[in-house]
């Protein structure tokens, strides 16, 4: 009888990881940083990624940000990997580009 209890024990214990562990194949995240270099009279720039609005640039900056740490000037933003739709929108016009996120920190100049 301890043995079946024992068994059983282990039969539980193996179900519950099997039933709880993560899949191995979920797709990582990256972060995305996007900037202005400059100026261009527009005012802030809406981004949207695969039609959801993600945040504003509200200011551009002349050199470009080192990394994907978060500021006040660019706009960083936490995705998951893979080909996205980006479309960034002002008061001036509306641009759609295509962008690939296969590391972990990629830095966008807008214009």
């Not at 990881?17 to 261009?40: A, H, L, M, Q, V």
């Not at 960034?88 to 509306?94: E, I, L, R």
Request: glycine share 6%; proline share 2%.
């Amino acid at each position: 009888m301890k043995q079946l209890t024992i068994l059983g024990f282990t039969f539980l214990l193996l179900l519950n990881y099997s039933c709880t562990k993560e899949s191995s194949s979920s797709t990582p995240s990256g972060k995305i940083t996007f900037w202005i270099s400059r100026d261009n009279g527009c005012g802030y720039v809406d981004v949207s990624i695969d039609s959801t609005s993600v945040g504003q640039i509200t200011n551009w900056q002349a050199i470009a940000p080192s990394s994907c740490t978060a500021s006040k000037i660019s706009l960083t933003v936490t995705t998951k990997r893979g080909k996205k739709s980006v479309t960034f929108k002002n008061v001036c016009g509306t641009a759609t580009v295509s962008i690939d996120l296969n590391s972990d920190c990629l830095v966008y100049k807008v214009f």
